[in-house]
């Protein structure tokens, strides 16, 4: 449990260190994210962002595990 929260505290440190080249990455902005606007309210649902993001967490996972 230590180790993963020492991980996880390096991670957010690293990506808080590196966002303003981050913040260049399109995620987010993908022609798959939903926007859907009328008056007085407005949903936006990344849905191709999540895809993506799944995507590329299962695949480094599952080379870690390996």
Not at 5 to 31: D, Q
Not at 44 to 63: E, H, I, Q, R
Request: aromatic share 16%; glycine share 10%.
């Amino acid at each position: 449990m230590n180790r993963w929260l020492l991980g996880a505290g390096v991670a957010l440190i690293l990506a808080g260190l590196a966002w303003p080249w981050l913040s260049r990455i399109p995620l987010g902005r993908l022609p798959g994210d939903l926007h859907f606007q009328r008056e007085g309210w407005h949903l936006y649902f990344p849905l191709a962002s999540c895809v993506l993001v799944s995507v590329v967490l299962t695949l480094l996972l599952w080379w870690w595990r390996r």
